[in-house]
């Protein structure tokens, strides 16, 4: 029998280049390339904190597709990539320009046609998916393409169908689509997600909803028959209904060094300890602290361990004598 | 007929040479560099606003002198440069060192003998100033060398009897000349200006005015007949008198990564938008605007779009999803 | 009456992102940004040695967009812009990571649906081609889209209708179309072409042309009337024939730190020394020059001077004490 | 059933510190750091040249240890690491400053206690050496402990009594051990080994061998039984014998970019080929190309595909149009 | 007679690696190299600021050694280094990854068996401690080893003797040894001591001491018989016990760029100000200005001037006109 | 009595400005900064090889100036400087763009009225001059200014009435004199000098000799009565002159990452041999030694040992396993 695996997440890796603090886009000659994608930044965070953990994708064969899956591995990650034909795929790719007040932080995709936007689920090891124990993905994938959305349900229904624990971050792109058309495809994919993710912003812009975090979670968790709700709401932190109880969780302080990941940092943080087995609120905290970390550090990436998780939620920090 | 220019100005641009963050002129291997001068600031800011900007100056017919050139051209400038031979002149250099309280930024020209300071008008192409609809200059060219003086009164002369506004800024240097001796320079130049730009504590200090901002806007407007008076006062915003009318502009606030060329920014904004028709409180608007976004980026230079000028006035920001 | 261009160049310039000497693209985490394209190369290439050269093109309304504007621009090109919408165009990109024997340089194109490839004539001032002493394109830009060739065969009608001499440069890319596809593209460009630009190879393997350059040369001018054939054969120098008269030009030798490039340098010496008057030998000497040294520096532009062409003309150099 | 394992190699991995061409230890201030050991090098080249490659060793439980494992998974290669207290342990570092005629490349190891002189056998995964087709260790590893010398034998002991083909490079070390007590070590665990690698000057100055290539060659084979025995002879390249067959091979030229790791990457090269059913003819050559190879890209690791190298051997290269 | 020397410190100088800000030690691949170390730190401080200062230690005979005694000469600083035996010996090091809340800094120490731990009075010029006015050591020397436990009781010995000024930082450091060894091990020097430099946090938690810092101070003079003793505490500032009088001093601020060395800068401007005869308020003022300006600069150095520390005692800074 | 010091150079050091490899000064960003001069890359190369050394110079009392300070004392020079009126003075700069066949190095200074322009004898430690073994000095520092002309000819005069030896570098500079001003120049000042170093060319051009560098020598030594002439002939190596006796020594090869201060390196180990007590021949092969390790490395100075440079002599080099 093969060995189970912790997670499995699916989606869309891109390079992301990015030019030193201070400079602009317009103007730079450097740039730093890092891999970033909601979904593979859940499966390093994940692993990072001890899951076992692969990520699904497609890929060009080239040094470029190569560049992301060498990164993803180094942090423990195990790629499964579809690899595609060199010459007739892309990868994709985002330009972020860090910001500041009053200049945002400014994020240019050339993701059309990439790779993925052909992935069908032959292509992957869809038993990968059954033999997981969570399976997570987001609101990204399925906007890229028809293919990948098709490719998303099926997915997910092939998790469901072998039981394992379905999660979905709706991280909603208004490049990608507006919010009537992503609140459809979302809907239907809703039947098949255990566990949401959803910022307060977007359940009231994409999806309609009104009122509180609480409210929004109530009313999500009983329309869609979710298991959990975690709704987050930027600095006043998340709010989760499990089991029809309701869990606040505030936000660590950070000093912010990179903001971008934050939300994937999250749920990296909080799969990873319901994976360990821990309750709704430990995966709250251990998700908020995660986050935070990640905020430290430059890139897409929570590049960061147990034990320094750990010394968030338990209030320590420091210069080591 | 030769095409209307919107604007022109006239003045020295160094090399600005800087260490990194963190690190002293005293101890650094690495310098960055990049181009730096009030008047071809303004014509970067103004040009990367939509005007049509040109700037005249005198550099050594150089890599040195070119890479200036190079530089400004970039953004759109239109350089009008006297070459002079470069085995027997020089580029005006200043040294840059970020500061970080207690310690104070640090300052260090090494200008003497720049190849400007031996500038004449009949080496500039002054027909470009009577048909430009805006001349722009500062109280740092007349301090260069007498040369400069006169050659900068000829300019200002030629664009107010081509019925060119002319504009000043007041930009006093402690190091390049005494109080008094600015005082009586800035003075003579003063019946050839329609707009003043003055910090408040230069009108305190070298122009020997009391009292508030308003008071100071009044007592030159009416000692000098100005069309326009702009005091600037720091953190606390500029006021303008024009027209009998008093107009006043907070800052925008702004997380500042390079402080230098605030003041320049200012001004390229305000100039752009009276270039466009905008009334003075629509230029107090733009020219805070565009210093706010030239904080939070290195170098002199304001390098930014009329769209982030206008998403500052309209307080939009933040990343885009 | 506008004022007489000297030289007007159309095509595609995309950011190429290189890795640092020695490092991999699939393990890199800093890439230089630096704008390159056939045309615009030529553009920046004869500019630098004095032309008054315009370049065609289009491109997102984006920093990626400006960012190759304002690269051109600092070396006194002026871009004529088509500018696409941001969010619905693209730039094109090439990957460049230096070789090594036994290792060859690695160029990965990610070119496919950028902006240009939708650019029509009237989007373009071709006023600006017909007002142009000399129009260049090159065979690259007909690959790119069938409107694009169809725009190339646009522009070099309107040049051929206002008496400007039009020049091409076959530049077979094997990425972008089959030898025979290009072949007949190309030769039904060739009516519309007075100066030609081919390499021996490309003569012989996608125009199926067989012997020696000067036999190559003959043949193409007898069968397509040019006015001038120029056939480059790598380290043997080129041979141009012209008015039946064939001219050989050996290369200068260079210290290669970036040979990509090189094709277009020799291009913008040529056709810079012509529009100054200079004979074919005279020409072929700028070009063979202006390749060295484009040899010498980082990136696909010839950053160099008429002063230094000359030297090496003369056989001057070395240190100057 | 566990899955078989290609390759399993079994070493120290050190951090590797080196300043930047042109610039000494002694007054540099930048340091790259890379992971290099002569066994994680032969995993790595292995395993990117197609095989399942595990490396075995013992690092501190800190990020200077994790730094190495990160760098090594991104390759590809599964590390199997015993983890020592972070606090009582520590990662064996080296510095390489490159040189240049004539100034020799200069390394300084700062190795003595690293974490792996105390591993011992049980603390490593020795299954998977007995389930693996080949185990790889070098002559650096017994040198660095009597703790090492001793779980060495023992690895190479399970490797023999599981069928597991054994490869040795000798690698001698001059500043870890002299040439008698090194020769007395090695001698001992020939015994354990089907495979050796041996550069001819250390065949003389520390075998005390004879000779010509063949002849130490044929004179190892008799006296210590190996299946096979490779000995390298620098830019001579390599001589193999084989069921009493003598293979001769070439160096591929190459424009050496950085020497270090040419003789693991000859390893990598040739295992590799071995474990795809290559003859020794084919190994050969894949060893010393994909040596070649490396001598093109910066640090330790011969960062290539199957595919250069198949282009290395069959002799193609250059800039793809 | 040999010439006077105003300050002798002995100890330990390690070689600083740092990454990049917002990069971790786990993923980096660049290191910042600096020279590090309590008393060279007090030294390099001293020097800047006008003393005449010597560095007593012993490194390898290899680039590394050599490189922390060009960095300190290049400050003004006479080392007096024991040389030992490059291939027997190592230098000190120590990882320092820059944090942010809530992530702390994270220094990893390699410095077990570097050379200086076996250091012997007759290998130092015990001479020059005998001439000093001052002679400043840590408490981290007699954790090195016995051996710079011993070789530090013998020059305090040899200071005292001369009547040469002995100060002492106690500097515990956790990674070094128990609170009750480093107390028993404090105890027997501070018979030897004048001035001791104690923070708060040390005297309660390693002296066993209670109360505020002026309770702490009377109670270490009184026992101990100390002509000084100051205790830091932290941004709370420092309170120094003279001759029966209490000083407090208050910290000045500082934008943190890099906190290291802020203590060793305190004590470099008081011993600096009390070489140049000023009183103790004067001492606290210097020490706590130059500690300030230290902190905004990158490495454990305060790379300052007279000037500057004096411009923050007298409240003067900012961007200089 | 003052201790002797065994070398004394006095002349002017500069900033060494230099863009990356493969970069023009036109287009460049960043620069790297070292401190450049004949005299003090004589004093640092020297001192590196054993010798005391100091450096007689005059510079401003601004960062600038203290950074070369800072330099030159990293490598164990005595600096000995006039220290001028910052606000009042300059550093000299020289900015340097690394060439490449067929464009040379290019040196482009930026050195008039540099602070040392104005320096006289009782601004400097004379006495240092008069108790030194040596005293070093070029043909460029008379020819910076008449005031510097004085100077040399008064510490040239110093240091013959004390009886120490004086070597003198023609080291011509076209930038700064014509031949003639220049030939009149040496040769007053050569009754004053004992040791000559001049290249064959200089020779010919500037001092008008005829014939092979034998002949040369010859010739000065009897109309000057040099005790010692150094002839070098770049490649062809030096031919030295002394007692009568003529020696030649070949160059060593080397692969040249920086040629600047080849020259000055020469001189360097040349003197510290003698110094040393070493013979002619010795001391011609430690300046050619030392000069061909200066060409491996960045920057104006021979950063190398006397371990090397033995090694060097000896034939020795390579990889130390």
Do not use: N
């Given at each position: 029998m093969a060995p189970m695996t912790d997670l499995v997440t699916f989606g869309e890796t891109m390079l992301r280049l990015s030019p030193p603090r201070g400079e602009r886009l317009e103007t730079t000659r450097d740039l730093t390339v890092q891999a970033g994608g909601a979904e593979s930044n859940v499966a390093v965070g994940a692993a990072r904190l001890g899951a076992d953990a692969r990520w699904l994708s497609k890929l060009p064969d080239s040094p470029l597709g190569r560049r992301i899956v060498t990164e993803l591995r180094s942090h423990g990650v195990r790629p499964d990539v579809a690899w595609a034909d060199a010459d007739a795929s892309r990868v994709g790719t985002y330009y972020l320009e860090h910001g500041g007040e009053p200049r945002g932080t400014n994020v240019i995709y050339d993701?059309?046609?990439?790779?993925?936007?052909?992935?069908?689920?032959?292509?992957?090891?869809?038993d990968a998916v059954a033999e997981a124990e969570w399976f997570h993905t987001t609101g990204i994938t399925p906007a890229l393409s028809e293919t990948t959305a098709e490719t998303t349900t099926a997915l997910l229904r092939t998790a469901g169908e072998a039981g394992t624990t379905r999660s979905f971050d709706l991280n909603y792109r208004a490049k990608l689509w507006d919010p009537e058309t992503a609140r459809a495809a979302y809907e239907e994919l809703f039947e098949h997600v255990d566990t949401l993710f959803v910022p307060r912003r977007d359940a009231r812009e994409v999806l309609d909803r009104e009122g509180g975090a609480v409210e929004i979670a109530h009313g999500l968790a009983t329309e869609f028959g979710f298991d959990t709700v975690v709704v987050t709401r930027g600095l006043e932190g998340a709010v989760a209904l499990h089991d029809g109880s309701v869990y606040e969780q505030d936000v660590y302080e950070a000093e912010t060094?990179?903001?971008?990941?934050t939300g994937d940092a999250f749920v990296a943080g909080f799969v990873a300890e319901r994976l360990r087995g821990g309750d709704l609120p430990a995966a709250l905290r251990w998700g908020s602290a995660t986050a935070a970390l990640k905020r430290?550090?430059?890139?897409?990436?929570?590049?960061?361990t147990r034990a320094e998780v750990r010394d968030v939620i338990e209030g320590e920090g420091g210069i080591d004598r």
């Open positions: 993701r059309a046609d990439a790779a993925i936007t052909t992935v069908e689920p032959d292509e992957l090891p869809t060094f990179d903001a971008i990941g430290t550090t430059d890139g897409d990436l929570a590049v960061t």
